[in-house]
Structures are given as C-alpha cells and as structure tokens.
C-alpha cells in the first residue's frame, strides 16, 4: 500500500515577490530519523553513518534534513565518508527523483560531522520505493 507524503513551499522575498506550490507524492515506505551529532566538547562525531535506505540505491524519491542547528561546520557526505562534504546551513528538501538525483550517486548512507560548539538533533525524512 503506497503512503503520501503532502508538501508546501511558499517563499516570500521581503517587500518583493513570492511562490508557492503544494503538492502529493505518492511513495512505498518512508522513515523518520533522529540522530544527534555531537559537538566539538564532546568527543566531536565525524562521519558517523546513517543508513537512509535498505536495499539498492536509486529508490528514495523524497528527502528532508533539518536540524535544531545549522551552519557551516554541521557537514554530511552522501554513501561514503571519502565524499565531499555538504554543509547543513539551512533545511533541505529535495522533492521527486530529478532533484535527489543531484546527490549522486543516490543516497543509500548520509555521513554527518561537526564541528559545532554545540551537538546537533538532526531529523532525516525519506520517502522511497520499497521494491526494486
């Protein structure tokens, strides 16, 4: 049975213009993930692994990562922590197959670390095929 994940946007430049789309997309299985990075006081994480999909790459088809903190020491690679760095400064969503595609090659593992003063709850949200 297929799952539906609803998504808005609407982004308003101040003073100036502004967009908006709603949409559906519809999805075999979805997960909720919740990991902390821990800061530089700690023992700081770097590359710490979490898996966001079992089975074979290619299947996610929607993916948001938000934290409690951002910036441009909140860093994560995507399948292997040989990868270049993306920094987590903002939110990021990447909503249907063309815009995950952009993380190439398709995320099966994302690899956080920081170097943050303070540690980081990160939430992952995936929507993906559960069938190959």
Do not use: C, H
Not at 105 to 124: C, E, N, R
Request: net charge negative; proline share 7%.
């Amino acid at each position: 049975m297929s799952k539906v994940i609803q998504w808005k946007l609407n982004v308003q430049v101040a003073g100036g213009p502004g967009i908006s789309a709603s949409r559906s997309l519809e999805v075999e299985a979805y997960d909720l993930i919740s990991v902390n990075v821990l800061a530089i006081t700690s023992p700081p994480d770097t590359d710490k692994a979490v898996d966001v999909q079992p089975g074979e790459a290619g299947q996610v088809k929607f993916l948001a990562i938000t934290s409690d903190r951002y910036g441009e020491g909140l860093t994560y690679k995507v399948n292997d922590a040989g990868n270049p760095s993306i920094a987590l400064d903002q939110p990021q969503v990447l909503v249907g197959e063309g815009a995950v595609g952009l993380l190439d090659p398709a995320p099966t593992k994302l690899f956080f670390s920081t170097t943050l003063s303070q540690d980081a709850s990160v939430q992952i949200l995936v929507g993906r095929d559960a069938t190959p």
